[in-house]
């Protein structure tokens, strides 16, 4: 058939309505060189019309580079690049609607929808200063759009500015603002710091469908580190769902009496919270008896808390840890009856493992965890990489390529259990657990008849279903298994391959937005920084007045301004200037963090919450790390990959130790070069070294070959 006839099928398929038809002409008149600008462009039409904008887009990229001064073309290339991204972004590729922005952009600097989009993707992303830029363009293209000059606002007032109401005002005027939802209003004032405005707006509300709207504002106060506020706004919502009789009354019930600080202002502060906490759960327990649970409205969700805060006080967790581990398995057993039965595992000649979080994408946790996948492939067994939504990206595809399985369940967390238990794995490992609260239901639950966790967060859960925690012996000390209700299972050196960056670009501190002189890195979210590290930071700032000390901020203002009030105290008592010498710093992404830790002098490690992939990076960047070990393996993490490349100087005694140490590389170039020198040549044996995960393969099989009850 010659390509002229293919034409004519084409055309008439497309005009009888079947684009499938027309798509299939195209493609085989393409494959054989036959399809010209007509075919190309009936092609296109066909595809945009039957939804396929994968290929339409291809097939107008064609076109466009073929006729590159035809604006039609690069309008309608530029506007389905954008309508692909919106799309991706509804599925959860975040990676993909990116690319698919940023080409719609390319084509059309001005774009407005992809600008809104693309700055919609970095707030969904938690990066709200990326979506700055995007918004100004877009406020200056539509002078006249409220919407867009409201999220302007709210952007602003995340990324920390001052006078919420006012900006608001400014931004949409008193007749805009008494029209705009109040509940939205409310997140803004949660970020802009005014408790007290968004907590009244959630208490003006009961409507059973705006609670959820009312939930979020008391999740934004609480990452905000309003957590007197969270607790009130909470107990609104759980009183409005008569305790959880409908959703999410039982979280926010939860939610009320667990959440925690984000920043503590000193010893005392973490006292009265872990006191707080203790009389929370005992209240939690008796107040929802199986009765109680028994009246809750089914839906796991409602248990999806994450305990993870407690876990930055900096002391031993272990007792209310595993109180909140037996009311979590107590009470996804009443709202989900049918899967209390212990799961039974596959029992077949190869044994099935699943390595199951959230966090299989680009993160710490998959960054630092892939060598357990491969290694688990290596054994021979069957492996299931499980990475639950709604987010996912390349290297979620990669790591289900190096197990030979992936698995994105969908649905409600009950119908993720579902999937997940007929998937009959033997053996499921968490590297995380504790950070994600659905991924604690799971496991809660019980996924498989034998169950691990390991060092991703790295502390005891209190699960009786989740019997070993994978830990690292050089990271342990002494007696450590008295920090764990798991059976602890220790693997040497790293304990893991950890992915090694590419190195970070060239840059100089002006490019970089960083001051001259001694510059000294605090690479860690504020809810990080315990209290115990203001010394040594306020001792470097007082005995050297040219010194800056540099921290990040995180998603929320909140926090930062808690911890900068904190910091600013510290350091005026010391005799320091904190409006001079303390610094926060915008969250980056990996490439120019890794630029930045190549230009400091050294980086204080936080105490009792050692750097983990964070040292290991700033390690390769050439930026020396000072430690002061903790009493739990949290806060040992860092001095044990120090001693293991052999630059045991570098772990210190005390906090007054830390600060002389740091003042000494600062004023030192040669030793400081000379330090640099020997980090790098001892990471290789550190990262090379594979009796960590020859110890992994070991385990699996030894996990696999143990006897599980059916009790």
Not at 135 to 144: F, G, I, K, V
Not at 320 to 345: E, I, T
Not at 521 to 545: S, W
């Amino acid at each position: 058939m010659s390509p002229r006839e293919a034409l004519d099928r084409a055309r008439a398929a497309f005009a009888r309505g079947d684009d499938r038809a027309a798509i299939d002409e195209i493609t085989v008149l393409q494959a054989r060189g036959g399809a010209d600008d007509e075919a190309l462009a009936l092609g296109v039409n066909a595809a945009l019309r039957a939804g396929r904008l994968d290929t339409g887009a291809a097939w107008l990229e064609r076109l466009h580079a073929a006729h590159p001064d035809q604006s039609r073309f690069t309008r309608l290339l530029a506007t389905v690049h954008n309508n692909l991204g919106a799309r991706r972004l509804d599925a959860g590729d975040l990676d993909g609607a990116g690319s698919a922005f940023a080409r719609a952009l390319t084509l059309l600097p001005d774009h407005t929808d992809a600008l809104f989009n693309r700055a919609r993707l970095a707030l969904l992303a938690r990066q709200p200063a990326r979506a700055l830029h995007d918004l100004a363009r877009l406020c200056e293209l539509r002078p006249d759009d409220p919407a867009a000059a409201l999220l302007r606002a709210e952007t602003e007032v995340a990324l920390g500015a001052d006078d919420a109401m006012d900006r608001l005002r400014a931004a949409i005027g008193d007749a805009g603002l008494a029209a705009a939802d109040p509940l939205r209003l409310a997140l803004c004032l949660a970020d802009g710091g005014d408790t007290d405005g968004a907590l009244s707006r959630v208490r003006a509300e009961a409507r059973p469908e705006r609670i959820l709207a009312a939930a979020d504002v008391a999740w934004r106060l609480a990452e905000n580190g309003e957590d007197a506020g969270a607790r009130a706004a909470n107990a609104h919502v759980a009183a409005c769902c008569d305790n959880g009789a409908r959703a999410p009354g039982l979280y926010a019930a939860i939610a009320a009496r667990l959440t925690l600080p984000q920043v503590y202002a000193d010893h005392a502060a973490i006292d009265s919270a872990r006191a707080g906490y203790r009389e929370g759960l005992r209240d939690l327990a008796e107040t929802f008896d199986d009765r109680a649970l028994a009246r809750c409205a089914p839906l796991l969700e409602q248990l999806a808390w994450s305990n993870q805060m407690l876990a930055y006080q900096g002391r031993d967790d272990r007792e209310p840890s595993a109180f909140w581990a037996q009311f979590l398995v107590r009470a996804a057993h009443s709202l989900a009856p049918a899967l209390a039965a212990p799961p039974r595992g596959g029992r077949g000649p190869r044994r099935r493992i699943g390595f199951i979080s959230a966090a299989w994408r680009r993160s710490t946790i998959a960054a630092y965890f892939r060598s357990w996948i491969e290694t688990a492939a290596a054994t021979g067994n069957e492996v299931v990489v499980v990475q639950l939504p709604p987010t996912f990206d390349e290297v979620t595809e990669q790591l289900g390529r190096v197990a030979g399985r992936l698995v994105r369940p969908q649905g409600a967390l009950h119908a993720i259990a579902v999937q997940l238990r007929a998937l009959d794995l033997d053996l499921a490992v968490y590297p995380d657990l504790g950070v994600d609260g659905r991924v604690a239901v799971l496991a809660a639950l019980g996924m498989a008849p034998r169950q691990a966790m390991g060092w991703g967060h790295p502390c005891t859960f209190g699960l009786p279903t989740v019997h070993d925690f994978i830990g690292c012996a050089t990271m342990e000390p002494p007696g450590g298994e008295d920090h764990y209700t798991e059976r602890l299972r220790l693997l040497p050196g790293a304990g893991t391959a950890w992915q090694r960056p590419d190195p970070p670009p060239p840059a100089t501190r002006a490019a970089l937005d960083l001051p001259e002189g001694p510059l000294f890195l605090v690479p860690q979210l504020p809810y990080k920084v315990h209290p115990d590290t203001d010394a040594p930071l306020a001792a470097i700032a007082a005995a050297e007045p040219r010194a800056t000390v540099a921290l990040f901020a995180g998603e929320r203002p909140g926090p930062v301004r808690l911890l900068r009030r904190r910091l600013a105290a510290a350091f005026a008592a010391a005799g320091a200037d904190p409006v001079r010498q303390l610094r926060f710093l915008p969250q980056v992404d990996r490439r120019r963090f890794l630029a930045t830790c190549a230009v400091a002098d050294a980086m204080i490690d936080t105490h009792h919450w050692s750097g983990g992939n964070t040292t290991l990076d700033c390690l390769h960047a050439g930026l020396p790390v000072l430690t002061v070990p903790g009493a739990l393996m949290r806060g040992r993490q860092s001095a044990a990959m120090l001693r293991a490349i052999g630059v045991d100087e570098l772990v210190c005694a005390d906090a007054a130790a830390q600060a002389r140490g740091a003042l000494a590389l600062a004023d030192d170039c040669a030793a400081r070069t000379a330090l640099v020198r020997r980090i790098a040549d001892g990471l290789p044996a550190l990262l090379a070294d594979t009796r960590a995960q020859r110890a992994f393969g070991a385990l699996l099989q030894d996990l696999l070959a143990e006897p599980v009850s059916d009790a």
